[in-house]
Nanobody
Framework: QVQLVESGGGLVQAGGSLRLSCAAS????????TAWFRQAPGKEREFVAG????????YFADSVQARFTISRDNAKNTVYLQMNSLKPEDTAVYYC?????????????????WGQGTQVTVSS
């Protein structure tokens, strides 16, 4: 089992930055890949970025490539999403997810564990 708690969301102007954090607990976390997804009102949950269990490999959605970075500190059981050059279309609830043997998947249906989400709002 893995428990995930997101933090760091808020209101920011277009062009600004935010860093989201995902604090994890549970024995499975060290073996689990983690990812960030987001969901805007009326839209399906979409993949944003993922990182391997070791933190050595990552992949991104095309829409955030070169603007967002993902990292994890396994000593602190925390995953981060650094978001730069934010755009109004980045506005959504952002969710942290984890799963074993799912690294590389961009489908929310593949991931086993989820946090409660944190709201990110980007004003124009």
């Amino acid at each position: 089992q893995v428990q995930l708690v997101e933090s760091g969301g808020g209101l920011v102007q277009a062009g600004g930055s935010l860093r989201l954090s995902c604090a994890a607990s549970g024995r499975t976390f060290s073996r689990a890949a983690t990812a960030w997804f987001r969901q805007a009102p009326g839209k399906e949950r979409e993949f944003v970025a993922g990182v391997s269990a070791s933190g050595g490999n990552a992949y991104f959605a095309d829409s955030v490539q070169a603007r967002f970075t993902i990292s994890r500190d396994n000593a602190k059981n925390t995953v981060y999403l650094q978001m730069n050059s934010l755009k109004p279309e980045d506005t959504a609830v952002y969710y942290c997810a984890a799963g074993v043997s799912v690294y590389g998947s961009r489908s929310f249906r593949s991931w086993d564990y989820w946090g409660q989400g944190t709201q990110v709002t980007v004003s124009s």
